[in-house]
Structures are given as structure tokens and as C-alpha cells.
């Protein structure tokens, strides 16, 4: 409450101070009593229940809660979400399979076995060119219980392969449902794109690509896969497996080759991923 | 029990249980349980922007013992380790764990001697969450990924005998660390 009287002992500070110390009494003149504002009878009559006001003010308040699950508030645009393998413009991967993003991690959370890539047709065994140049990731694995999403790895991918999308969404039930496989990572295949395995641009080299010289699949590529794709289903038909029918699941319509391919070059998902996990994590004894 | 063992098998213990599933799931609290950073954002998702309470998660009990879930929220040292479990103990049944974050998940890119390498070594854990830190909604997803869970088990039965059948197949399981397999 402002004082409206100036109190002396204040007015004169080091004496009083003085004063005070020495336990003298000052007398100071009583402080005139001000007289309190008078309310009105309404005032009187909703002071209990003023603090209510507030509430009932806030019913008519534009609502500030996100209501996740059916409006999702976007991310920021560079919000450092799940990984993606990106492709070129003709279907062929970017990943060379140099492992640097792997060596970037601080969390250990990547895996990269890479591999060569085989121009020699398949029909003389040959396993298929998957990436321009002369290396491709064969296994690509990104633990999710171990990622702490700094983007180390895509600060280290020296061909722009690995990138973060803002997909934020990756809650599981076992933790190794939450090491994603190189079939996961990859982007799906864009309308004009053709699967790998198939052979580069006729006529280009790697640097090609990368100059953004290829802007597409030229038909020599696309009848190579259409090649492959035809002889995997004669395979698959003549020895009586009908799970290269299955559905990829990316809404492409892969053909059964990429499947097979793809199987060879990741056997067995979950014992991989149970081997990721055992090799990334869990020895406490 | 009741009337379900009056009625054809399977009939009313289905329905019972998914309207069980259903209560269980809207009236959830979980404990107040945080370790280290990620309870920033479980705090977070308690604030009226992103409201858990509209998941009938009204407030973090305060005592694991009218607590549903706990949601281990950072990284678990050794020394924390049997607390945690005690919490988890003292809770009652039926009850579930979220692992929030990396380093409660796995260790994270916490890989030493201090750390638990994932709380799942000590509690059994149902979804696990990763981010370091989730973002509220990550969380608000993982929650909602436990309540799908909860609609789909069973949750009519002798409660002590499920919760030991659970605790025995864990102790059966393989152990994280002895899986072994192809490397890829």
C-alpha cells in the first residue's frame, strides 16, 4: 500500500538509522488511514465468485490443444525425423555403401555391410547392379531404439543418400520391430522410376549421376527389368513359390524379381535384426 | 467366475473382455516417474497443449500404487534399476510400462558400464518409444499404440495366474543379448 505521509525517519536516512541502533524512539506522526475505495453493490455481490469469472471467460477462448491423433500439427520442415534412402531419377540407389554415416553415429546405431555391384547378366550369375559406380549397400540397418536423430549421419553421407523425412510416428511392440531394414529406409520407387537391380544409362558414368545428367529410365533399363522381372516369375512358377506374389507394400507395383533379389540380399529379417540388436546393445550382465 | 461360464465358450468372455479393454484404456494413470530429460516431455504432454488428459489420463498419480502405467521416461542406471522395479512392483495389476526415449528403450548412445541397456531387462515392457527426446506427440502415439494393445487382450482370468504366466514366458524368453543370427 503507497504511504501518502513521507515517513520522516526515512526522510532523514543517517541519523534516524542512528537512532534506531542506539534503540531511541523515534514518534512518528501516525499515517493518515486512507480510506478504502467503496464498491458498488454488484461488486459486493460477485467478489466470492470473481475467481469464476475466469473459468467462464475461458469457456469462449479459442481451444490451444493440439488434438493430435486427428489433426496433426506439422513438423518444422527440417525436423530431424525418420531416415530415408533416397534413389536417382532412374530407380538406381544412392548409397554407396562407404559406411561413413555409420561411422558418424554417436550412438552406434547404424549398420552398412556394402558390396559390389556385378554388371555380368544375371542369367550367367551375376547378382545385379544396384547403385551407379562401383559399390552398393548390400545391408543397411538403423536401430531406432539406439538413433538419437542428431543427423550426424546425413551430415557425413557424401552422396546426399540419406536424408531425414518429418515422419515422427514409430512406436512398437518389440525392439527389434525398431531396427529398419534397408526395404524400409528406401524411398519408394516415383512414377518413371524402375527397380534395381538394372544397369546404368547407356553410355554414362557415376558422375554422370551425379552431375544430374540422368533424368530418367531410358527404355533399354526398362526392358532389362521387365527381362528380369519375367524370368524371376518363370523361376518362381516352375518351382511352385507363390511368396514372390506377395504385395511389396510401397503401392508400386513391384514386379516378383525385386522380390527375389531382395530376399538374397537380406535373408531372414528378424534374425538379422535380433543380430543388429545383439550387436548393438544388451550386454549387460 | 460369473456369467460368462453360463454361456457358450467364448461368447460373452469376448465381449466382456473388449469392454473391459475399452475402460481399462480410457481411464488410465499413469505413475509420476520421470528419470532424466524425456520427462520434460512427458510434463509436456500434461500441458493444456497437448492435454493427456483427453486420454483419461487425468493426472500422474503420485503413488505407484493407484498408478496403471508407468512410463519410464530417461536413461535407467544401475543404481536406479531396483528402484525401478520396486515402483513397478508396488504397482498394482493390470499394469503397463511404456519405455519413453532411447536410452530407457536400448541405453541410447549411452553404451557403458552405468546404464541399463534397456529397462526391459528389469520390467516387462509393452511399446517402446523412440527419440531422443520423443516430441509430445510422439509420446500421445505411443500411448495410443498401448491402448490398441489393450483393446486387443484378453482381460478376463485370474489375474495373479496371467501376471505370472507373463513373468514366466519372460524369463523364458532369449535374452536381448544372446539373440544370434545372420548377420543380415
Redesign the interface.
Same mark, same amino acid.
Given at each position: 500500500m503507497a504511504d501518502p505521509t513521507p515517513d520522516p525517519a526515512r526522510e532523514s536516512d543517517v541519523p534516524a538509522r542512528r537512532e534506531h541502533g542506539s534503540g531511541a524512539s523515534v514518534a512518528r506522526p501516525e499515517p493518515a488511514r486512507q480510506e478504502e475505495p467503496r464498491s458498488g453493490f454488484l461488486a459486493d455481490l460477485f467478489a466470492p465468485v470473481a475467481g469464476f469469472g475466469v473459468s467462464f471467460k475461458t469457456q469462449f477462448r479459442k481451444v =490451444?490443444?493440439?488434438?493430435?491423433?486427428e489433426e496433426?500439427?506439422p513438423?518444422a520442415p527440417r525436423y530431424h525425423g525418420r531416415h530415408q534412402l533416397n534413389r536417382h531419377p532412374d530407380g538406381l540407389e544412392k548409397c554407396v555403401g562407404c559406411e561413413l554415416c555409420a561411422w558418424a553415429c554417436? !550412438?552406434?546405431a547404424i549398420?552398412v555391410?556394402g558390396a559390389d555391384n556385378d554388371d555380368t547378366p544375371l542369367a550367367e550369375g551375376g547378382r545385379g547392379r544396384f547403385s551407379p559406380g562401383e559399390r552398393y549397400g548390400?545391408?543397411y540397418?538403423i536401430?531406432?531404439?539406439? @538413433?538419437?536423430? @542428431?543427423g550426424l549421419c546425413i551430415e557425413a553421407c557424401p552422396t546426399r543418400a540419406l536424408t531425414m523425412t518429418n515422419e515422427?510416428?514409430?512406436?512398437?511392440?518389440?525392439?527389434?520391430d525398431?531396427i529398419f531394414e534397408k526395404h524400409q529406409l528406401l524411398a519408394p520407387l516415383a512414377p518413371g522410376m524402375v527397380p534395381a537391380p538394372h544397369p546404368m544409362v547407356e553410355g554414362t558414368d557415376e558422375a554422370d549421376y551425379y552431375r544430374g545428367a540422368v533424368s530418367g529410365p531410358t527404355p533399354a533399363q526398362e526392358a532389362y527389368v521387365r527381362d528380369r522381372e519375367a524370368a524371376a516369375e518363370g523361376a518362381a512358377r516352375s518351382s511352385g513359390a507363390t511368396e514372390s506374389l506377395l504385395d511389396p507394400g510401397d503401392g508400386s507395383p513391384r514386379p516378383a524379381g525385386h522380390h527375389a533379389t531382395h530376399r538374397t540380399a #537380406?535373408?531372414?529379417t #528378424? =534374425? !538379422?535384426? !535380433?543380430?543388429?540388436?545383439?550387436?548393438?546393445?544388451?550386454?549387460?550382465r | 467366475m460369473g456369467i460368462e461360464e453360463k454361456l457358450p465358450s467364448g461368447v460373452m468372455t469376448a465381449k466382456v473382455s473388449t469392454v473391459a479393454g475399452h475402460l481399462l484404456k480410457t481411464s488410465m494413470w499413469p505413475a509420476t516417474f520421470g528419470l532424466a530429460c524425456c520427462a520434460i516431455e512427458m510434463m509436456a504432454v500434461g500441458t /493444456? &497443449?497437448? &492435454?493427456i488428459a483427453?486420454f483419461g489420463m487425468e493426472r500422474f498419480a503420485a503413488t505407484p500404487r493407484q498408478a496403471d502405467l508407468m512410463i519410464v521416461a530417461g536413461r535407467v542406471s544401475q543404481k536406479m534399476a531396483p528402484v525401478v522395479r520396486q515402483v513397478y512392483d508396488q504397482m498394482p495389476e493390470p499394469k503397463w510400462v511404456l519405455s519413453m526415449g %532411447?536410452c530407457a528403450?536400448?541405453?541410447?548412445?549411452f553404451?557403458n558400464y552405468a546404464i %541399463?541397456?534397456?529397462v &526391459?531387462?528389469i520390467v516387462p515392457v &509393452? %511399446?517402446?518409444? /523412440?527419440?531422443?527426446p520423443?516430441?509430445p506427440?510422439?509420446l500421445?502415439?505411443?500411448i495410443?499404440?498401448l491402448h490398441e494393445?489393450i483393446t486387443r487382450e484378453p482381460h478376463i482370468g485370474d489375474r495373479r495366474k496371467i501376471a505370472q504366466a507373463v513373468e514366466r514366458a519372460a524369463m523364458e524368453a532369449t /535374452?536381448?543379448?544372446?539373440?544370434?543370427?545372420?548377420?543380415?
Open positions: =490451444a490443444t493440439e488434438e493430435y491423433p496433426k500439427r513438423t554417436p !550412438a552406434d549398420l555391410e548390400r545391408v540397418q536401430n531406432y531404439l539406439r @538413433c538419437i536423430f @542428431c515422427y510416428e514409430m512406436a512398437d511392440h518389440t525392439r527389434a525398431l #537380406s535373408p531372414a #528378424s =534374425a !538379422a535384426a !535380433a543380430t543388429s540388436a545383439a550387436t548393438n546393445g544388451g550386454d549387460r | /493444456p &497443449d497437448y &492435454d483427453r %532411447v528403450s536400448s541405453g541410447g548412445m553404451n %541399463v541397456q534397456g &526391459d531387462h &509393452d %511399446v517402446y518409444l /523412440p527419440g531422443c520423443p516430441r506427440q510422439m500421445l502415439n505411443a495410443l499404440t494393445q /535374452p536381448t543379448h544372446a539373440m544370434k543370427g545372420l548377420l543380415a
